[in-house]
């Protein structure tokens, strides 16, 4: 499968955990976006990576939230001290450089906070 | 800001019928367009995307959309329903104005095909 791959695909954890989610893009993506989707809603942005480089996080993202791409490749999206709040579906996607491309999105990762 | 709006929250339709989803946009400059649908625990699919061009614009799935400056509106279409084509559908915008590395979301229209 070629495509954008998120695990793991559900977590559920108590309120006060810390969580991390994985989302490997296509791999000749060097654009990579993390989105948070709650019920009835749009995806909403919350960062974005250049390579390595995080360029743009949201304002929806608080101090709790950390996500990283070390190398380039893979990224991660860390959510410390959970709160019921946090419970949605996280999306990932991937593009190439090029405005006109589409984003590919991977399947997500519903949390719940329980 | 650059921002998108759907104003059905839901759409129904009788299969064999046509269908039209509506979007509409505010951006300033030329507007990078895009559907995508989602079907249940499942992410977004692209469908179609408007750069330049042709003011229709075909997509994935037999779904096409008009491109309306002058009404600053991409509706979605489909000359006939399928009840498979029953999904949440999202119109969204490139934002442009920070660089053109986000996508904005409408809030979505759930659209529901009828045997």
């Known amino acids: 499968d070629t495509g954008v791959s998120q695990n793991p695909r559900h977590k559920i954890t108590k309120r006060g955990q810390n969580v991390t989610f994985r989302c490997d893009p296509i791999?000749?993506?060097?654009?990579l976006y993390w989105y948070r989707q709650t019920l009835g809603q749009g995806p909403e942005f919350l960062t974005y990576?250049?390579?390595?480089?995080?360029?743009?996080k949201s304002r929806l993202l608080s101090d709790r939230f950390s996500a990283e791409r070390p190398k380039g490749s893979f990224s991660t999206l860390e959510i410390q001290r959970t709160e019921q709040g946090d419970s949605a579906m996280y999306l990932c996607?991937?593009?190439?450089?090029?405005?006109?491309?589409?984003?590919?999105f991977g399947q997500g990762t519903r949390l719940t906070v329980v | 800001a650059q921002s998108v709006a759907q104003p059905e929250d839901q759409v129904n339709v009788a299969e064999g019928n046509p269908l039209t989803v509506k979007c509409t946009y505010s951006?300033?400059?030329?507007?990078?367009l895009f559907w995508y649908v989602q079907y249940p625990n499942r992410g977004l699919q692209f469908l179609l995307k408007?750069?330049?061009?042709?003011?229709l614009v075909k997509g994935s799935y037999g779904f096409e959309a008009e491109f309306n400056k002058s009404q600053t509106s991409f509706h979605l279409k489909k000359p006939s329903a399928l009840v498979s084509d029953s999904a949440l559908y999202f119109c969204?915008?490139?934002?442009?104005?920070?660089?053109?590395?986000?996508?904005?979301f409408g809030a979505g229209t759930r659209l529901f095909v009828k045997a």
């Open positions: 996607a991937s593009s190439t450089e090029q405005l006109n491309t589409e984003a590919f």
């Open positions: 791999s000749e993506h060097n654009r």
């Open positions: 990576f250049q390579n390595e480089a995080q360029l743009e």
């Open positions: 951006v300033s400059g030329n507007p990078y």
């Open positions: 408007y750069i330049t061009g042709d003011n």
């Open positions: 969204a915008v490139r934002d442009m104005a920070s660089g053109g590395f986000k996508t904005i």
